[in-house]
């Protein structure tokens, strides 16, 4: 089959590969009719996150049709169609039976080497490197899903594959996020980063109760499709001071809720920007902690900074003085996806949360290397570009608001290493 | 699996230089003064031993030399079933080689002694040993040790101890020691020091057998050229 591997930083390819199989009894394999890229691809392709290797395939947030279940899958049978959840949970451990599932104990077959890093193993997640299980990812025409009853869920027939294939990753971090945040009915929730878990963040926070929701990104498009789609304000923070125009649209308070949906690669303005740049290039910090720092500085006195942007390690000048000082509560996690996906099938069926619109370039596979172009680049009003192996040619059939580019420039093709 | 984790070893040396380079550096920053510059430098020092793979001191000891061919591998995790069951599953010997893939069998001859069989890719062999339960306390401990004249000295305890609402704690020490009187090849393999990293590993799969049922992998999974090494940082 045809896969779209991780070759270097900056760096992408399609290559062939062989077809995945069934390695234990609980996997299925799933013929891959969408996938999506995400913020977190773009840590990995950028070359933040350690224990990437040539030949890696990439992608999590997918959804498909099941051709194969091993002996012990129960739930499932083939030509089912199932959105899969991204991060990957026994079903068994202390850690899952309490629905936590991205701290599962059990699926990272890197466990104890991640525990020598990060003190304590975490869940496997797709296509997101080694210390995470270095299993392969959605960009593919099939993929491997072990522990399958838990992972990959029935999408019921009234929800289309646009919607669906969200609530594999982008559509429960938001909602975890908002969840997270603690949100009281009333309360003014801050979410910084207007990308695909920016969006899903905005309107769970509507929907559990937030009064006004403020979207901070600098990217005009985004920001505009927080605006109509979202339903939120937004600030431009190149624009504008961040602080100050929170507090000023606060009576002075501060938003109750800070959601960091940005993570290690957060840009910001001036001498701030340089110093975290110089700092990661050196190596002396991984992570570039702009919106963390901005979060726990605008949050109001005794609220809640929630923080589901990704970091890898460490970094400095975070303002723990404002943090204890002020009283505030800070969570953050991977998402625990599973706990969250017959939930959110029932949002979207009331159309109280709506991703559809954030697929902006619906993109053959063969095109995958110049569909993160564009999204790294965050150029071509591209919110995510989904990626459907199953289709060789141009036309989507539909899809919502098809911008795509990809398609009418790839005459020439793309590179396909053979 | 455990193929995979005798190729990696380099890779875990790796990534624990770059985690104690972090750490040390994190330390070293915390108190600066004089005395943090040694740690600033080892920190500077694990990084490059982390990021690199490369490693001056090691290659200016000749690495072979700081070898001590002992195994001894301590171990503590909880597993999330009820005592008498782990118990059970690891007093059943012959259930070692279902998470402990280098044991190739090991059948119960009496209630006792028990015959070992042990086998590594690359090992160049199989090497056999018997050994005796030397302690056996129902749901709370498990000691055995191999008998006289085994090529290779193996013993090992099993403690278990009930952990309020999560199942069960286990304390396990596992460990192969070279026997009087110089070494056959294939028990040299088994002590080579990168072997420690397979019996951490395979006795953390024993928590993965009683609560998944199964051992995760991907061994086997498709991947593109692997034309660079693990990319580290
Ligand atoms: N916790 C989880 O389980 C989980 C799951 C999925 C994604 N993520 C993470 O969430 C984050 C967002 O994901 P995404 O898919 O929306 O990514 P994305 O790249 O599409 O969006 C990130 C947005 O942040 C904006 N941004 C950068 N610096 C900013 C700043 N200083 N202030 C405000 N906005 C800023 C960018 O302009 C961009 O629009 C990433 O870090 C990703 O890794 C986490
Ligand atoms: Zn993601
Ligand atoms: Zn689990």
New binding site residues.
């Given amino acids: 089959m045809k896969a779209l591997c991780w070759n270097g930083v900056k760096d992408l390819k399609v290559e062939k590969v062989d077809d995945p199989k069934i390695l234990n009894e609980r996997d299925a394999i799933v013929k891959v009719t969408m996938s999506s890229?995400?913020?977190?691809?773009?840590?990995l392709i950028n070359g933040f996150v350690p224990s990437m290797q040539a030949g890696d395939i990439l992608g999590h947030?997918f959804i498909g049709e099941i051709v194969e279940v091993g002996p012990e899958v129960r739930q499932l049978a083939v030509g089912d169609r199932v959105v899969v959840v991204?991060?990957i949970g026994c079903g068994e451990c202390e850690y899952c039976k309490d629905e936590l599932w991205?701290l599962c104990d059990n699926s990272n077959p890197n466990g104890i080497l991640q525990k020598k890093v990060f003190q304590y193993p975490t869940a496997g997640i797709f296509g997101y490197s080694h210390l995470f299980g270095g299993y392969a990812g959605s960009h593919a025409e099939y993929i491997r899903v072990p522990f399958a009853d838990h992972g990959a869920f029935k999408i019921p027939d009234d929800i289309p594959d646009e919607k669906a294939v969200f609530v594999s990753?982008?559509v429960?971090?938001g909602y975890?996020?908002a969840e997270m945040a603690d949100i009281k009915p009333g309360d003014v929730v801050a979410v910084?980063?207007?990308?695909?878990?920016?969006?899903m963040a905005i309107q769970a926070a509507y929907h559990l109760g937030a009064e006004r929701v403020i979207a901070?990104?600098?990217?005009d498009y985004?920001l505009a499709a927080a605006a109509t789609h979202s339903k939120a304000e937004v600030i431009n923070?190149r624009d504008a001071d961040?602080l100050d125009v929170l507090k000023e649209s606060t009576g002075g308070r501060g938003p109750d809720c800070c959601i960091?949906?940005?993570?290690?690669?957060?840009?910001?303005t001036g001498i701030e920007h340089y110093y975290d740049r110089t700092k990661q290039f050196l190596k002396l910090e991984t992570d570039r902690p702009?919106?963390l720092r901005?979060a726990i500085a605008a949050c109001r006195k005794g609220g809640t900074v929630s923080?589901?942007?990704?970091?890898a390690g460490f970094a400095d000048k975070i303002p723990l003085g404002l943090f204890l000082n002020k009283g505030l509560t800070m969570r953050?996690?991977?998402?625990h996806?599973q706990r969250y996906v017959p939930l959110l099938f029932e949002l979207i069926r009331e159309g109280r949360i709506d991703p559809a619109f954030m697929l902006t370039h619906p993109t053959p596979l063969r095109d995958g290397p110049k569909a993160y172009e564009l999204?790294?680049g965050?150029t071509d009003g591209c919110?995510?570009a989904v990626i459907m192996p199953q289709q060789a040619t141009e036309h989507i059939a539909g899809a919502p608001s098809l911008i795509n580019i990809v398609d009418k420039e790839n005459a020439v093709g793309l590179p396909v290493c053979e | 699996m455990s193929r995979k984790i005798v190729k990696n070893v380099g890779t875990t040396e790796r990534i624990v230089s770059i985690a104690l380079g972090a750490y040390l550096g994190y330390n070293g920053l915390k108190n600066l003064r004089y005395q943090s510059v040694p740690a600033l430098l080892a920190s500077g020092y694990l990084f490059v031993r982390g990021g690199l793979g490369y490693c001056p001191i090691s290659r200016w000891l000749g690495k072979k030399d700081i070898h001590n061919p002992a195994i001894n591998v301590k171990a503590v995790m909880t597993v999330n079933k009820p005592r008498e069951e782990v118990y059970r599953y690891w007093r059943a010997l012959a259930n070692l080689p279902s998470f402990m893939p280098h044991l190739h069998e090991v059948a119960e001859i009496d209630e006792r002694r028990s015959h070992w069989i042990a086998e590594m890719p690359g090992m160049g062999g199989k090497i056999e040993w018997d050994a005796e339960i030397v302690k056996d306390e129902p749901n709370e401990l498990i000691g055995w040790q191999s008998i006289n004249g085994s090529p290779v000295k193996n013993a090992g305890k099993v403690q278990f101890y009930d952990a309020p609402r999560r199942g069960t704690e286990m304390r396990v020490i596992f460990s192969y020691h070279p026997p009087a009187g110089g070494l056959g090849t294939a028990a040299a393999k088994l002590l080579n020091p990168l072997f420690k990293g397979v019996i951490e590993n395979e006795i953390y799969n024993f928590k993965r057998v009683m609560e998944a049922g199964e051992i995760p992998t991907t061994d086997g999974q498709p991947a593109g050229k692997r034309t660079g090494k693990l990319k580290l940082i």
């Fill in positions: 890229v995400c913020g977190s691809d773009l840590h947030e991204s991060i991205s990753d982008g429960p971090t975890m996020a910084w980063g207007a990308g695909g878990v920016g969006q901070i990104d600098s990217v985004r923070y961040v960091d949906a940005v993570g290690m690669e957060a840009n910001s702009a919106v901005q923080v589901v942007g990704v970091y953050g996690g991977q998402m996806g999204f790294n965050r919110m995510r």
